[in-house]
């Protein structure tokens, strides 16, 4: 075999075992932390109470009720616990009120509100490009 072609192989072998342990290392680093069981039942009561119809989590969701990804930062734990379990009108509708959870259900979604709210979420979402820098 040509000295080259070698030399091309042996590279190619060297770059691939370095991507395959990147990829390795970003998925299963000390950086990944497990989700608590209780954010993990929060979540689960998130899903079945379908808050996403209305609010966004990381962008993705509904828009009418707004983005709640870093809502336990804003309000913590009792105001949180305190809006869950005695919901007020929700604006915009004259009688309808947000839906009342039990203590029990506010405290697991308050537990996922603040795992998710741990998440670095810098440089998202990001911004969109001004019209001048497309072209």
């Given at each position: 075999m040509d000295f080259?072609?070698?030399?091309?192989?042996?590279?190619?072998?060297?770059s691939l075992a370095v991507f395959s342990w990147l990829i390795y290392y970003s998925t299963t680093g000390?950086?990944?932390?497990?989700?608590?069981?209780?954010?993990?039942?929060?979540?689960?009561?998130?899903?079945?109470k379908a808050c996403v119809e209305c609010h966004t989590v990381f962008g993705n969701g509904g828009y009418s009720g707004g983005d709640l990804t870093k809502i336990y930062g804003k309000?913590?734990?009792?105001?949180?616990?305190?809006y869950l379990t005695h919901p007020p009108v929700?604006?915009?509708?004259?009688?309808r009120r947000h839906e009342h959870l039990t203590k029990e259900e506010a405290d697991g979604i308050i537990a996922y509100f603040d795992f998710i709210n741990l998440i670095n979420t810098i440089e998202w979402p990001p911004r969109p490009m001004p019209d001048d820098k497309i072209r």
């Amino acid at each position: 075999m040509d000295f080259r072609l070698k030399g091309f192989l042996a590279a190619m072998l060297a770059s691939l075992a370095v991507f395959s342990w990147l990829i390795y290392y970003s998925t299963t680093g000390d950086r990944l932390k497990p989700i608590p069981a209780d954010a993990k039942q929060g979540k689960r009561i998130f899903q079945q109470k379908a808050c996403v119809e209305c609010h966004t989590v990381f962008g993705n969701g509904g828009y009418s009720g707004g983005d709640l990804t870093k809502i336990y930062g804003k309000f913590g734990s009792e105001g949180l616990k305190d809006y869950l379990t005695h919901p007020p009108v929700i604006s915009g509708a004259k009688q309808r009120r947000h839906e009342h959870l039990t203590k029990e259900e506010a405290d697991g979604i308050i537990a996922y509100f603040d795992f998710i709210n741990l998440i670095n979420t810098i440089e998202w979402p990001p911004r969109p490009m001004p019209d001048d820098k497309i072209r």
